[in-house]
């Protein structure tokens, strides 16, 4: 086993990777570390639909799920109708935007969704061998790199109003999957090999289903955990629809959990927490609560380590970066990026953008968005003000997170899968 990257001041642990896989792959949601940071040294700046494109690959519908690149392969979600009852891995070949394969999961019957959240809202993680994907419902699926089935699992039905949108994370030898929404939330591990489960825990809530909490407001969490090592353990950090909770990796015991995401209009969460400088930062979604917190300990640290708690925040979707000691998110309604004193949940800046669905991502110095409309807007990561370089704008709608790797850019629109490179 190898590590892409560790980073040790942001306490991130790398995504386990395969002997074959390449430590420049972007092999899940948010990157080789989960917190969408990027090591490479270059990027291209500046393209539009027909300059430094250089494949593009269709797609049969839209989709929120976003591609991931791992040992020449890029891997996209995508269904192949328009009542989701046919979920699809598609596999394309990264040098040229051939299609290799696609695996489709099917499903007996149409499950609710929100229009603005498709079926297929998925990220896959794959660890240059092996590639997992979730299909909610459909269930979770593990396929070798010929799109042969090593295994799949049926976690139960998951049914919300506004669909679902989780992604797993390859950790070591195991799959940590955040299961939900719907009448039961929880997270488990399951063996990478075999598709066995090693352990899972249940989230305990309140309401008349997995869609409305006991008052009859919104309720749900759809965020991704992150993986990091806090108090020389590694932990599963993960957003849940009232608190942020840490898990042991090994068994799934609860390490320490931290109050605050409960809002007035709901119990919710989108966006992923985002650690650095021993500072952990979650947002609740709907315009709800966020938090800063000092992570680490065990029980219930509200009290003790919880730094901030802002009630009211901008809609969060889309999961921000941690650079240089701040916080620079994408928000979903009002459409603004804002720079925040993770310290103090001080807004330092805020620049008005069309609405951002899809995460940020650092690199070369740079912060990458696409928003709603397909525009990538590329940033100085600047606490002071917001430093625009460029606006690069594709002419398709998006919802996604580009994936980086080997100097290139992949995007995924609601028509196509694009390969970006000068």
């Known amino acids: 086993m190898c590590y892409c990257h560790q980073f040790s001041v942001a306490m991130f642990v790398a995504f386990a990777c395969g002997t074959v896989a390449n430590c420049n792959d972007w092999p899940g949601f948010r990157g080789p570390t ?21 494949w593009k690959a269709p797609l049969p519908h839209p989709a929120n799920g976003s591609p991931i690149v791992s040992n020449g392969r890029v891997f996209v979600t995508a269904a192949q109708d328009a009542d989701g009852r046919r979920r ?15 695996h489709t999961t099917d499903i007996s019957k149409t499950m609710p969704t929100h229009k603005t959240n498709p079926y297929c809202g998925s990220t896959p993680a794959a660890n240059g061998e092996v590639v997992v994907v979730w299909h909610a419902s459909a269930g979770l699926v593990c396929l070798d790199f010929e799109g042969k089935e090593v295994w799949s699992r049926n976690l139960g039905e998951f049914e919300h109003i506004w669909g679902y949108g989780t992604s797993p994370v390859i950790y070591q030898d195991r799959v940590i999957l955040h299961s939900g929404p719907g009448d039961r939330i929880f997270i488990g591990a399951y063996d990478l090999q075999s598709g066995k489960t090693l352990w899972e825990v249940d989230e305990p809530q309140q309401g008349k289903n997995g869609s409305e909490r006991e008052d009859g ?30 898990y042991d990796p090994k068994d799934g015991g609860v390490i320490w959990t931290c109050d605050g995401i409960r809002g007035p209009k709901g119990d919710l969460s989108y966006s992923s927490p985002l650690l650095g400088d021993g500072v952990l930062v979650s947002i609740g979604g709907f315009q709800g609560p966020g938090i800063g917190l000092r992570p680490g300990g065990k029980g219930n640290i509200t009290e003790s380590s919880r730094l901030w708690r802002n009630d009211k925040n901008p809609q969060s979707i889309g999961s921000g970066v941690f650079v240089d000691g701040y916080v620079y998110r994408p928000n979903a309604g009002p459409g603004t990026i804002e720079c925040l004193d993770p310290k103090t949940g001080e807004v330092l800046w805020t620049e008005r953008a069309e609405t951002c669905w899809g995460s940020i991502v650092h690199v070369a110095g740079r912060c990458y968005v ?53």
């Open 370 to 422: 696409t928003d709603q409309s397909g525009k990538t807007h590329v940033f100085s990561p600047n606490p002071e003000k917001y430093e625009a370089l460029a606006v690069n704008e594709l002419g398709e709608p998006s919802n996604s997170t580009p994936a980086v790797s080997d100097g290139q850019i992949f995007i995924r629109t609601f028509g196509h899968l694009y390969c970006i490179g000068e």
């Open 34 to 54: 989960g917190n969408g940071i990027s090591m490479e040294a270059s990027l291209p700046l500046n393209w539009d639909s027909s300059t430094n494109i250089r």
């Open 217 to 246: 407001k919104y309720k749900g969490s759809w965020c991704t955990p992150i993986i990091a090592n806090i108090d020389n353990q590694d932990q599963v950090i993960c957003t849940m629809p009232t608190r942020v909770v840490a």
């Open 88 to 102: 699809a891995l598609y596999c394309f070949d990264r040098r040229n935007g051939k299609q290799l394969w696609v």
